[in-house]
């Protein structure tokens, strides 16, 4: 439908929006700064009915919230500010007890927290007719009978950006099995932390030095054993497998860490002082791949039902191969991609593309059946 001026009919798409750390806040920018776009080429309008983190909740007052408002509520979030402290900020049960309250058909629930907290509110969401999008994993990684409530509402459900950010790996994924096209292997570097410290150590810097810079860029988590352990890659990998329809449990995901378990008790000071000590060992493993005339890339493998996430060798000549610096990529072998892979690289991760890609399955399921 258009109005008099030819211009698409603006339609409200209700939000509730779960979790303000780097990608929420960045999303609440974002969606502000693309109003006019989303109203001359949609007829779409996101209107918040609650933004809610770990402390609170601002519900939608009487009159509504304001752009002005959202913004004022992103420089308390950016100025450090919990929403319970916000002088619309009130307490809330769970995410749960908001769905149940707010929750109905026509609107959509974001997840933009890292907690696994979330996946019943999710649940609950689709079952009342909502829609969903995740730029969170771990509702996707807990048990498989959670991955499959969400996943059954497909044409309801997004979690575009729980892969690689905004590149477009789900989506690929799901226009190659719409095809009827079988995947057969999957293989992918899915950090840009751990691709910057691989590309270090094969330009000849060691092991210490390069997770040293790293920390020091700010590229690492404030403990960089969270990535140095593996287990965010291997949660991105337990999606793609499930996408693919194995049926599989995280502890099935094998993960061979990029430090021993001797490291894992101490002090994040102690850590880094230990670094050294590994250093001989990475070297070693740097030169017998190159003897090979391979190069070591940390990598998630998806092949004949087993997946697993670690520093793996690969051909100098390969598109993991010849991967530098923090960008993420994936190669998806399957019966119309073989021997050559379908590879999708990019940026794979930031606050700012991470939201781009939550804006863009929130607009996606605007003009899906479910709003319809």
Known sequence: MENLAGMPAEREKPLILFGLGGVGRALLSQIGEQRSLHREKYGLRIRFLALCDSSGAVVEPQGGLTDEFLAGILQHKEAGGALASHQLGQPYKSPEAMVEELGGPGMVVVDCTAS??????????????????????????VVQDVYDGISRSAGDARWETTVGAGLPVIATLNRMASSGDEIERIAGSFSGTLGYLMTGLEEGRSYSETVAEAYRLGYTEPDPRDDLGGVDVARKALILARRIGWRMEMEQVEIRSLYPERMAGLGVDSFLAELPSLDEEYG??????????K?????????????????????????????????????????????????????????????????????????????R
């Open 116 to 141: 696994d907290g979330t996946a019943g509110a999710l649940l609950l969401a689709l079952e009342k007719g909502c829609q969903v999008v995740l730029a969170n994993k771990k509702p996707l990684t």
């Open 284 to 293: 070693a493993r740097v030169a017998g791949a190159a003897a090979e005339g």
């Open 295 to 371: 190069v070591l890339r940390y990598a998630a493998t998806l092949s004949e039902g087993a997946c697993s996430v670690g520093p793996t060798a690969v051909a100098k000549d390969s598109p993991l191969g010849r991967l530098t610096g923090t960008d993420n990529l994936v190669e998806l072998y399957s019966r119309w991609y073989n021997p050559n892979p379908l590879v999708i690289q990019g940026r794979g991760a930031g606050v700012e593309a991470t939201a781009a890609g939550v804006l863009s399955d929130i607009v996606e399921l605007h003009f899906s059946r479910g709003s």
